[in-house]
């Protein structure tokens, strides 16, 4: 497979291409290190890269390459720096047991992306890595805080990457790069058992990827209690049945009187 076949393939697909023993999975990682090489200079999306690990034979994703967000979650030998000076040494003993799950599922994780300091920003532009920068205009932001993720997917770089989200650490760096983001239902996917439970359940933990297919895949499979997760919230069947399931009728409320007695700008108000 060369480098232009793969970058616009979903991970469902480059999944369906290993399964079909149409291409290897090292074919998948080795096409994923050359874009690495050969984008991550300008973008600085991924800050520490791993040694690929073969992936487990049988999972819904095996042989696709994937990053890891650099916040939160384990990835055993590898730093887990929160995109923090302080923590530019902290190296993970143990694989997280989200991280487990991503392998199982037959992720191949090729390393850390980018974030900002604890993830306290709608940027990714730390101290202690730099700025990353939007593979759509170099000179623009990514959003974030899962913002190296974000350009990662966007850049054709993997097909998707780990994320976290509380109040729009995934949803505004998928809109400002142009890929899918959506922020799971509280306890849907497992932070235990480190972190049980962060701000009343307010983060969750998912990925941003090139198809909404592909999301409600991983969900599919990482989704279920673990230890230390204080409520579960196991789902009533398979997301990926609903993919393309007509949504019926929505209601949606606006308001154009913010609580809180601010004007709102012309622009916005006639555009409601």
């Not at 999944?15 to 080795?30: F, H, M, P």
């Not at 770089?157 to 998928?174: C, E, F, K, Q, T």
Request: with cysteine.
């Amino acid at each position: 497979m060369t480098v232009d076949e793969y970058q616009w393939l979903d991970a469902t697909a480059q999944a369906n291409l290993v399964r079909t023993r149409a291409v290897k999975a090292s074919e998948l990682v080795d096409a994923a290190l050359a874009r690495i090489e050969a984008l991550d200079p300008a973008l600085n999306a991924v800050v520490t890269r791993l040694e690929p690990i073969p992936p487990r034979s049988g999972g819904p994703f095996g042989g696709v390459p994937f990053l890891m967000k650099d916040l939160f979650v384990d990835v055993a030998g590898t730093r887990l720096t929160a995109g923090s000076r302080w923590l530019a040494s902290n190296i993970s003993t143990h694989d997280q047991e989200l991280a487990v799950r991503y392998r199982r599922a037959g992720l191949v994780i090729l390393g850390k992306t980018n974030t900002c300091e604890f993830g306290l920003s709608p940027t990714a532009e730390p101290a202690l890595f730099g700025p990353t920068r939007n593979p759509w205009d170099l000179g623009r932001s990514t959003g974030g805080s899962s913002g190296g993720s974000a350009a990662a997917v966007a850049a054709g770089v993997v097909p998707m990457a780990h994320g976290n989200d509380l109040g729009g650490s995934i949803r505004y760096p998928a809109a400002w790069c142009g890929v899918f983001g959506l922020k799971p239902t509280r306890a849907r996917v497992p932070l235990g058992p480190q972190h049980g439970d962060i701000l009343s359940g307010s983060m969750s933990e998912h990925v941003l990827t090139r198809s909404v297919r592909d999301s409600a895949a991983v969900l599919d499979a990482v989704s279920g209690p673990a230890s230390g997760d204080p409520y579960p919230a196991p789902p009533a069947g398979p997301f990926v049945a609903e993919v393309g399931a007509p949504p019926g009728r929505l209601r949606i409320g606006v308001s154009a009187r913010p609580r809180h007695g601010q004007d709102v700008e012309p622009a916005w108000a006639s555009a409601v």
